[in-house]
């Protein structure tokens, strides 16, 4: 009995030392300076984050390591076993809160075959500046033949907590095109179910509308609903562009497929009186509109166009333009459209909401480019006409559909970055001088989650808030009977 007592505790204490070890407060005093940085995933070195975003959880990349070690502003944190460095999400804030303004500096020591490396350092650096603490984006697969079993969630940029919004079990397996917020607002918002039945879903307060915004009038026949949208201001109105969209396959390699617009066309929507506004000015049968926003105080709307071609044989004669056309709130009324850049091919405009800048996508020729390596990220200043091709942000595969932060500091966009075929949500800093800096990837709880999911994250749009509403109001609202509007031309 007493040889018994004696190995158990041996154990105990042995099992005591392990966990000592593994929530060890120091780091290894025997490590050999490597020189290089780490090898982590995703890339959060030398990066500039918001003081509210969630942990930065990352792998170390690396044969055979078996533990890791991890000290950042004070804090220290120790694995066993893998390759992970995961934060307690409390002191995560409370450090970030302490170095708000300031650098972090993070070093990185890793074990392998027994023996212990440490790192070169790198820096966080904590903008004072908070990022909107809310993401909504559409998972889908990342491919041309599967179009359906698609969800949207919104996640909480704080922590890691994410709820669906709408989900296509509760829709007849439909698809459910892009959120968008009317100026990051939850509490005004607007999402898109297709296929028989199907309609715009408007959002005010919570409150759910379902909207028919395919209107015709003799002589006059939009060529599909709503595609891509954008709210005015105080929310009454909408402008949105209808597309027949066509896709095409190369028959050469290095290209997958293409994605173009047969027809095209921009029109705004008087939401409090269901009347849809049509101009020969922004459905010009000469012309392809598409991508509509308007401008943070309402007074314009930038959109892109481009001359009709002969499609698919020209596609790659097809560029669209940054076009802007004065909007009169009052009367509904448009006024004369001035084309604003032209070097190369231009799709989803999106304007700060302080009104100095515009972000949008450039590609060589088409509107559809996540199928465009060669897509980035271009901003203008709105006042002076200069472009900034933002080399800090873009990367060598496609970088595209941006959204701002209601403070005008934070961007968030989709990048292909990771492996070439799968979009994952990326944010970077724009300072008070519009600088771009390094991006970082959405965080996640677990930072191996990427290497095995298999949906793209589509279409990141920053909120201020949580949604009121979920899959079972968009059930509900879409048993009703769709509200027609009246097409009227101005």
């Known amino acids: ?51 509210n975003i969630a942990p930065l959880n990352f792998i170390v990349r690396g044969d055979s390591i078996d533990a890791v070690t991890v000290a950042a502003g004070g804090e220290v944190i120790s694995s066993r076993g893998d390759a992970k460095a995961v934060f307690d999400l409390g002191k995560w804030h409370d450090m970030l809160g302490e170095h708000a303004g300031k650098d972090i500096t993070v070093s990185v020591y890793t074990r392998s075959g027994g023996r212990w490396t440490r790192h070169k350092d ?17 998972l889908i697969e990342p491919d041309y033949e599967v179009w359906n079993n698609v969800v949207i969630q919104q996640r909480c940029l704080e922590d890691f907590s994410v ?85 095409a396959f190369y028959s050469k ?17 008087d939401l409090t009186h269901n009347i849809i ?21 309402g007074r314009y709307i930038y959109y892109c166009s481009a001359p009709a071609l002969p499609l698919p044989r020209d596609l790659t004669r097809l560029r669209y333009a940054l076009v802007r056309v004065p909007f009169d709130s009052r009367t509904a009324r448009i006024g004369r459209s001035d084309t604003l850049f032209t070097a190369r091919s231009v799709c ?16 060589n020729y088409g509107t559809f480019p996540i199928w465009h390596r060669e897509a980035d990220l271009w901003k203008m200043d709105i006042t002076t006409g200069r472009i900034d091709t933002m080399k800090a942000v873009n990367s060598k595969d496609c970088d595209t559909w941006h959204s701002w932060s209601a403070n005008s500091r934070w961007m968030a966009f989709t990048s292909k970055r990771d492996d070439g075929l799968y979009g994952r949500p990326f944010f970077c800093y724009i300072d008070s001088r519009g600088h771009a800096h390094k991006p970082f ?50």
């Not at 790198?122 to 559409?138: C, E, G, K, Q, S």
């Not at 390699?253 to 929507?269: L, N, Q, T």
């Not at 989803?348 to 590609?363: E, K, L, Q």
């Open 253 to 269: 390699p290095g290209k997958r497929m293409e994605v173009y617009d047969a027809k095209s066309d921009v029109y705004i929507a």
């Open 441 to 490: 990837e959405l965080p996640q709880s677990d930072p191996a989650i990427y290497d095995d999911m298999l949906k793209s994250f589509n279409i990141p749009e920053l909120m201020r808030g949580p949604l009121p509403f979920g899959p079972v109001d968009i059930q509900n609202v879409m048993r009703r009977q769709a509200e027609l509007f009246l097409l009227k031309k101005i």
């Open 348 to 363: 989803m405009p999106r304007v700060s909401p302080d009104g100095r800048y515009i972000v949008f996508t450039v590609a």
């Open 1 to 51: 009995m007493n040889l018994l007592k004696k190995i158990i505790r041996l154990i105990a204490a042995g099992t005591c030392l392990a966990v000592a070890a593994a929530c060890s407060d120091s780091v290894p005093g025997n490590a050999v300076s490597s020189g290089t940085l780490p090898h982590i995933f995703p890339d959060y070195t030398n990066v500039t984050i918001p003081r």
């Open 163 to 247: 709820r669906n919004i709408a989900d296509h079990n509760m829709q007849e397996n439909r698809c459910m095109n892009c959120h968008i917020a009317g100026s990051q607002l939850p509490s005004r918002s607007m999402l898109y179910v297709r296929g028989k039945g199907g309609g715009a879903i408007l959002n005010n307060n919570g409150h759910l509308r379902l909207l028919n915004l395919k209107a015709d009038m003799p002589g006059d026949s939009m060529v599909s609903s709503s595609v891509y949208f954008d709210f005015a201001p105080k929310g009454q109105f909408i402008t949105f562009s209808t597309n027949l969209i066509i896709p």
């Open 122 to 138: 790198f820096t966080w650096h904590v903008a004072n500046d908070t990022i909107d603490p809310y993401l909504t984006y559409r």
């Open 277 to 297: 506004y049509t101009s020969p000015l922004l459905a010009d049968s000469s012309h392809l509109e598409t991508f509509p926003t308007f401008s943070p105080d």
